[in-house]
């Protein structure tokens, strides 16, 4: 049965794109079809794992553009190293002298005669990259006794050289092998100096600027000539610009003014300190308008002049007012210095004032037709698209324009242009268009504003980081970040094979599910809060109880929505059920218990708390404050009411814990062995023979990985048998032995465990599934047909074919009978990526599979795709709630916030509710 497959109801991925927009999409709105030309693919094995903590934004959030590598190189902080993606576009790791993490972003320049790349790591090391040879090359010192260059590259074009700086102050020349001394000590020494720092390329003073360990100022002339103008600060230092004949060195605490006198004959030079403060951020108020070769600045006249408004350098190097710019700020809490964003593709500058937006043309600055604070709301986004030949406003209200005239226009697109999130647009030089990332997926937007769906694109959801990591300099083709994965747009009249097509094919082979989501009404931001944090079954078992930053709601059978308790603030609480009173607990920065009437007990009010578990054996759960140091307070029901009081614990004493009622409470571990806590809170030492000690008298519990979802300290109530990773793998038996866990490798992180009422327990782990006996033997299931990567989540089959196991390599299926391991039909991650959890529902019969491509529904024979349940919708943390016999997801904030799981009826509405 599990390898059977289901054709009748075959789609290509380009129907299903369509239906996610008619339901994203106004009533009424024309939708094209999806282009042919584009698509977005997923890049293999590019879903983020338990060490990007599960978000993918962890892998791409520090990449480097490198023109002359193979690919682009991500150096994230949570998994370490370094990635690529490789011809074949998968993620794979990245083996070069450089980059080697985020601080070398500003480390390597191209050098503009040779197009050559020269780097110098944070780490150490000078490196280049040579046209052609797709990998950087180590440069070596020719003078071994020389200290390793760890400052630079600095360009020096009009000499043709790049120079780098030893620790010491020595600059060298990169030579196209080694270096060479640029500038000896002794020459240093007789011009007053014991070493350089930085070296700045000054063309309009026909100089070097040169900041030496002193922090002095000098200028070397391109004929030689030096003359010393000023210092900053000890330690400071800063980046040079230039305009109107002036270079302005903007250090961390002060910005210097440096000018040049021909009238003299030779050249002279002055330095004027043009601003200071104490901490850094001096140059805030300096703005550079590269379009016109300017430096602007929000400032007032001086002592007597106290009125703000917008000033400009002058080509005598004195600031004088810009005509039209007595302005205010939009947002001083944001931007409490102005800003300026040039938009060479109508040839003038943006600012943005209070009123709305104005334009500057290099000599007055004028309004914006039709753009006032009416139609831009707070916080516009303005986009110069040099590809289609285009500015776009995006607003809360909707889309503009913004053209050469000096007005705005207000544009019609067939995709959600109004309320939150707002789209987000990437310019795309190689292919000639824009891509935008809307609610209803990504669009192709070309130079007449046509507006085309790609396919593919409800992989891509909208994030607070952006969706586009730029074009790979070696293939042209975008890097997006989804929610759940990297993905790549490949423009196909650029390709170099059909992948394009391959991905349809491969879609294709999922047919469609008729569930679908079904907004609640009444959940919208304004009636609930803009945050929704927890949902649990109420006492009652009839209604749903969820958290937001408003308080506390219930919603009942027929969508009823009822406050049962206010509360402000910006945060959500957690909601915990009380297996033995039936009651909710809601932690966070109001604790209280809801009865089995609804009624609501409030025990504390705080800043901030945790819940650090639930613990049945001792009827009690226990809550860390935002006080960390103080004692860990215990929640537990006494005669009809609960009550909130002091343990003699803190949280220092809590390295792990867990609940074990076979030996009368939870177990505790931490530096000094184990313990049992009492029904008090108090810890009783806990005697495990053979236990061992990290060190003579002293123990280690805590989660060695760090690794997000990753079980350290667990138990299996079947076994009775506490699990413990000690630098490896042991268990404390039922009669509080400690036994080491053969078969189970040091390196196994388990992720999830799964129970079945006989024989072995399956542990899912970042090598595969495990099966584990009651003696501590374990063994991987099927290492050649079973999964090798991380298993996330374990389920029940429905009609009882076996466990469902799912994980970076899609879905398998476990036999009850000879735990042999199966891969479910098109359950693959090339078909269906990886798999982040799954949601078992029995009254429905059905498990939902919520992967880094969507989201599934499987009956124990086929996999079928649920198209509303999309990255770009932005649903998700889908639950079932079985004694309501509803599944029910969150939606993003801009809308409604919770959606339920129903089937389409005959005329495709999505109103049939599942059975319950």
């Known amino acids: 049965m599990l390898g059977r497959t289901h054709r009748d109801r075959h789609k290509s991925g380009a129907a299903g794109l369509l239906t996610a927009l008619i339901l994203a999409c106004p009533m009424g709105a024309t939708l094209a079809q999806p282009s042919d030309r584009f698509c977005v693919v997923p890049v293999r094995d590019g879903a983020p794992t ?104 600095f360009l020096l074009p009009r000499q043709k050289l790049t120079v780098v700086v030893s620790g010491q102050g020595l600059p060298k020349v990169v030579e196209d092998r080694s270096l060479r001394t640029w500038m000896s000590e002794e020459q240093m020494t007789a011009h007053g100096i014991r070493g350089i720092y930085s070296i700045h390329d000054a063309p309009l003073l026909s100089a070097a600027v040169i900041l030496d360990l002193d ?109 039209g710019g007595r302005l205010g700020l939009p947002r001083r809490d944001l931007f409490g210095y102005g800003r300026i ?17 104005f334009l500057y043309d290099g000599k007055a600055i004028r309004p914006v037709v039709d753009g006032g604070r009416d139609r831009l709301g707070d916080l516009p986004r303005v986009y110069d698209l040099p590809s289609i030949k285009r500015v776009l406003v995006v607003t809360r209200s909707g889309w503009f324009e913004l053209r050469p005239e000096g007005n705005m226009v207000a544009l019609s697109m067939p995709f959600p242009v109004e309320g939150l999130p707002m789209a987000e647009i990437a310019d795309w030089p190689e292919s000639a268009v824009a891509l935008v990332s809307t609610r209803a997926g990504l669009f192709s937007l070309d130079a007449n504003l046509n507006a085309t769906p790609v396919a593919g694109g409800d992989h891509i959801g909208l994030g607070w980081l952006g969706f586009s990591k730029g074009a790979n300099p070696a293939t042209g083709e975008m890097i997006l970040t989804g929610r759940y994965g990297l993905f790549l747009a490949v423009d196909s009249q650029h390709s170099r094979d059909h992948i394009c097509r391959d991905q349809q094919e491969l879609e294709s082979k999922i047919s469609r599910s008729n569930l679908c989501l079904r907004p609640i009404s009444g959940t919208d931001g304004e009636s609930i809060g803009f945050a929704l944090g927890r949902m649990i079954e109420a006492p009652d078992g009839r209604q749903l109880l969820f958290d937001t930053v408003k308080g506390l709601f219930s919603l009942g059978p027929d969508d009823t929505i009822r406050q049962l308790e206010s509360r402000g603030g910006q945060f959500t609480r957690d909601l915990v059920q009380l297996p033995w ?15 089995s009437d609804l009624s609501v007990q409030q025990l504390a009010t705080l800043q901030y708390s945790e819940i650090l578990g639930v613990f049945p054996s001792i009827e009690s759960v ?285 005329s495709t509405k999505c109103s049939q509710p599942l059975a319950r």
Request: charged share 20%; aromatic share 10%; glycine share 12%.
């Open 50 to 153: 338990e060490k990007d903590a599960n978000e993918a934004w962890r892998i791409s959030e520090d990449v480097f553009l490198i023109p002359g590598l193979p690919g682009p190189v991500f150096t994230p902080v949570n998994r370490g190293g370094q990635w690529t993606i490789n011809a074949e576009r998968r993620l794979v790791p990245y083996h070069g002298a450089f980059p080697h993490n985020f601080l070398d972003k500003s480390r390597f320049v191209i050098e503009p005669w040779s197009r050559r790349v020269v780097a110098v790591s944070h780490v150490g090391g000078i490196s280049v990259l040579r046209p052609d040879t797709e990998q950087f090359a180590p440069i070596e010192d020719d003078n071994p006794r020389s200290d390793q260059a760890s400052l630079g590259p």
């Open 215 to 323: 922090r002095k100022i000098h200028i070397v002339t391109d004929d030689g000539r030096w003359q010393d103008v000023g210092s900053i600060g000890k330690d400071d230092y800063g980046r040079l610009i230039e305009a109107a004949g002036v270079a302005l060195l903007i250090a961390q605490k002060s910005v210097v003014a440096i000018r040049k006198n021909v009238s003299t004959g030779d050249p002279q030079f002055s330095a004027e300190v043009l601003a200071t403060t104490s901490s850094n951020g001096a140059g805030l108020s300096f703005s550079e308008s590269r379009l016109f070769g300017q430096i602007l600045t929000y400032a007032a006249g001086g002592w007597f002049d106290a009125k703000m408004r917008w000033r400009r350098i002058a080509r005598d190097g004195q600031l004088e007012d810009v005509p």
């Open 341 to 357: 964003q040039d938009l060479p593709t109508i040839g003038r500058s943006l600012i943005e004032a209070p009123e709305g937006f």
């Open 581 to 595: 009173s039936g009651g909710v607990v809601a932690g966070g920065t109001l604790e209280s218990v809801i009865s």
């Open 622 to 906: 226990l809550v860390v404050d935002g006080n960390s140091g103080g004692p860990i307070k215990m929640i537990r029901m006494e005669g009809t009411g609960y009550r909130r009081t002091n343990t003699p614990v803190r949280r220092s004493d809590i390295e792990a814990i867990v609940d074990a009622p076979w030996f009368g409470g939870p177990i505790v571990g931490n530096w000094r062995g184990l313990f049992l806590m009492r029904h008090d809170g108090a810890l009783a030492p806990f005697d495990a023979e053979g236990i061992k000690q990290y060190f003579p008298g002293i123990f280690h519990f805590s989660n060695r990985t760090h690794t997000y979802g990753a079980k350290s300290f667990f138990s299996v109530r079947r076994f009775q048998t506490v699990y413990v990773w000690n630098d490896g793998w042991f268990m404390i038996t039922p009669d509080r032995r400690w036994r080491f866990v053969a078969g189970l490798p040091r390196e196994a992180i388990v992720l999830t465990t799964f129970e079945p009422e006989t024989g072995d327990v399956l542990f899912g782990t970042n090598l595969g599934i495990y099966s584990v006996s009651q003696q501590g033997q374990a063994r991987r299931l099927d290492d050649i047909h079973g999964p090798m990567r991380s298993i996330r989540a374990f389920a029940e089959a429905q009609g009882d074919q076996g466990i469902l196991a799912v994980g970076d390599e899609g879905l398998f299926v476990v036999r009850k009978d000879s735990l042999g391991v199966e891969q479910v039909a098109n359950g693959s991650d090339e078909v269906v990526g990886s798999v982040r959890q799954i949601v078992a529902s029995k009254f429905a019969g059905l498990n939902i599979i919520e992967t880094s491509l969507g989201g599934y529904s499987f009956d124990g024979a086929t996999l079928k795709i649920i198209e509303d349940f999309n990255s770009a919708r932005g649903v998700s943390g889908l639950a079932a709630f079985p004694r309501l016999g509803r599944m029910i997801a969150k939606g993003p904030s801009g809308g409604p916030l919770l959606f339920e799981l129903n089937e389409r009826d005959a």
